[in-house]
């Protein structure tokens, strides 16, 4: 008996991303999570972070991540929006994690904290990994005044 084959797509593959603003006027479909590979997790907030908030909001979230059972593997700050690379143990964790945590800086700097949905993406170990962080790197510069901000018109492979 032949071995089975995979049919090759001639259409290459989408990366799988939900929220922020992708989703205005959108049919609510499912986020789409993995447990083995790094998600990356953007907050993006109506006030500014300053460095002591963000202290503040980093230490909540590695508390709730311990919590949940979710591993916090890098962060990044922007003025407005928080950077989060993480791998879940499940969905109904990741669920638990995002509900703790909004739910408890909507309490702390006030009702109607967020622009938009939490905006996820599922990424790949190796190369999109290592680009994530290097971009995560790139906001920490821009945030820390080392480097000035420059608008991105382009989108990069591993976003």
């Known amino acids: 008996m032949l071995p089975r084959m995979k049919q090759l797509s001639l259409i290459p ?4 991303v939900h929220g922020g603003d992708l989703n205005q006027g959108t049919r609510k479909t499912l986020r789409p999570l993995a447990r083995r590979r790094p998600i990356h997790l953007i907050l993006k907030s109506k006030v500014a972070f300053e460095k002591s908030n963000g202290v503040l909001v980093l230490a909540e979230a ?3 991540s311990e919590k949940f059972g979710l591993k916090l593997i890098d962060h990044a700050f922007g003025e407005d929006h928080l950077h989060l690379v993480l ?9 638990s994690f995002i509900r703790s945590l909004s739910g408890l800086l909507a309490r ?48 990069p492979e591993w976003l």
């Not at 791998?87 to 669920?95: E, F, H, K, Q, V």
């Not at 904290?113 to 790949?124: D, F, G, K, N, Q």
């Open 87 to 95: 791998t879940i143990p499940s969905r109904r964790d990741y669920n």
């Open 62 to 64: 590695k508390r709730f």
């Open 108 to 155: 702390k700097y006030g009702k109607g904290i967020w622009s938009s949905l939490p905006y996820t993406r599922v990424a790949h170990w190796g190369k999109d990994f290592r680009g994530l962080l290097k971009y995560l790197e790139l906001n920490r510069l821009e945030a820390s005044g080392d480097m000035p901000y420059s608008q991105r018109t382009w989108v």
């Open 13 to 16: 593959a989408q990366q799988p």
